[in-house]
Antibody, heavy 121, light 112 residues
């Protein structure tokens, strides 16, 4: 098992930056065998992949969100983080962190339980 | 709306067989990208159920099976059990999003 635990403010004001952190247990985030993703699910909508980070710090993200997404990794704390800037009500969602094997078209084999974020003034 | 289309709900009686569909197009499933399936109970972490169209991770019962044909994929569950009541999501990838992962809207499975 590889527990992932997301954390961060549950309420963010419009136009501000949403910040979330995912702490990883049971596996080293330094392992080059894996990459670490953020996903979200808005109320009444399906899941949306936001982006990922590799152990070497390289990132990739959904083109629809790329201009607002920053994903970083903290190897000393075995965690990775998401920043989403200029948020609006449309960014209100349950945000998940997840792991997948590095490589093409690999599934998310472990997920966090999700962190609810509401964008409201 | 979601890139992949799933029926909002499916139901079946204990012991029955149900099939959950996932429909895409030639920019995702039809382009040859693999399909993965996840089981999700709200408030918990989603669980990988099927990967690479047909493969089950260790620990997933063989009551669950996946298939893919053309622009669609299916998840079949045989010997339906009360514990199978959950949301099920399919995932693939899409050329128009530079190969980004895309999901279906999810199917709520109710065990009658």
């Amino acid at each position: 098992q590889v527990p992932l635990q997301g954390s961060g403010p549950g309420l963010v004001k419009p136009s501000q930056t949403l910040s979330l952190t995912c702490a990883v247990s049971g596996a080293s985030i330094n392992s080059g065998s894996y990459c670490w993703s953020w996903l979200r699910q808005s109320a009444g909508k399906g899941l949306e992949w936001i982006g990922l980070i590799y152990t070497n710090g390289n990132t990739n993200s959904n083109p629809s969100l790329r201009s607002r997404v920053t994903i970083s990794i903290d190897r000393s704390k075995n965690q990775f983080s998401l920043k989403l800037s200029s948020v609006t009500a449309a960014d209100s969602a349950v945000y998940y962190c997840a792991r997948s094997e590095a490589g093409s078209w690999t599934p998310f084999d472990y997920w966090g339980q999700g962190s609810l974020v509401t964008v409201s003034s | 709306q979601s890139v992949l289309t799933q029926p909002p709900s499916v139901s079946g009686a204990p012991g029955q067989r149900v099939t959950l569909s996932c429909t895409g197009d030639n920019s995702n499933i039809g382009a040859g990208y693999v399909v993965h399936w996840y089981q999700h109970l709200p408030g918990t972490a989603p669980k990988l159920l099927i990967y690479g169209n047909i493969n089950r991770p260790s620990g997933v019962p063989d009551r669950f099976s996946g298939s893919k044909s053309g622009t669609s994929a299916s998840l079949a569950i045989t010997g339906l059990q009360a514990e199978d009541e959950a949301y099920y999501y399919c995932q693939s990838y899409d050329i128009s999003l530079s190969g980004s992962g895309v999901f279906g809207g999810g199917t709520r499975l109710t065990v009658l």
